[in-house]
């Protein structure tokens, strides 16, 4: 019993450091798929089709990890835990961060399969969502990591990632292109 839940221990921290670089690609890939970003080997196409397959992987390794933190029975979480933020009696406010993360990630997804349903702006501002989902993801494995968030290459790929991201928005905001400036005056950015 003893190598099950050491089984399960080791899928979830897995899954959710898996789970943290396949949602830092998407984001990366989202900023720079917004921002128009294209090569003749990387048309916007291939980065919009490989935007959405990293984040239904991604929704994936969430799934692994959420549900080997709840089949775990150390901490004692339960599914309701798993959606309802700060509601866990294990590291509340850590959980709690890991709960409103899969919300949001649940309502990106949802608003993503609706999108041709919805209106234009509607989606856009629930997909504006995964500004705040990823570093309040990421927020979440740094606290609730334990011993493991203070190891070398876990703060290495951390920071690693949280510097692609910074970069992707920073090159996001940059970017200047005709439908980009028109969205901008649309919504006053500008």
Known sequence: ?????????????????????????????????????????????????????????????????????????YAGIRWADAVVPFASTYQPFWTGLGAAAADLLLALVVSSMMRLRLPWRLWRALHFAAYVLWPVALVHGLGIGGADASLGWVRTIDAGCALAVAAAVVVRMRARHQDTEARRVEVGLR
């Open 1 to 73: 019993m003893a190598f099950v839940n050491q089984a399960l221990w080791f899928a979830s921290r897995s899954s959710g450091q898996v789970s943290l670089l396949l949602l830092t690609l998407v984001a990366v890939l989202g900023a720079l798929h917004t921002g128009r970003a294209a090569t003749r080997r990387w048309p916007r196409f291939a980065v919009h089709t490989l935007h959405h397959n990293l984040a239904v992987l991604a929704v994936a390794f969430v799934a692994v990890h959420v549900a080997a933190a709840i089949i775990d029975p």
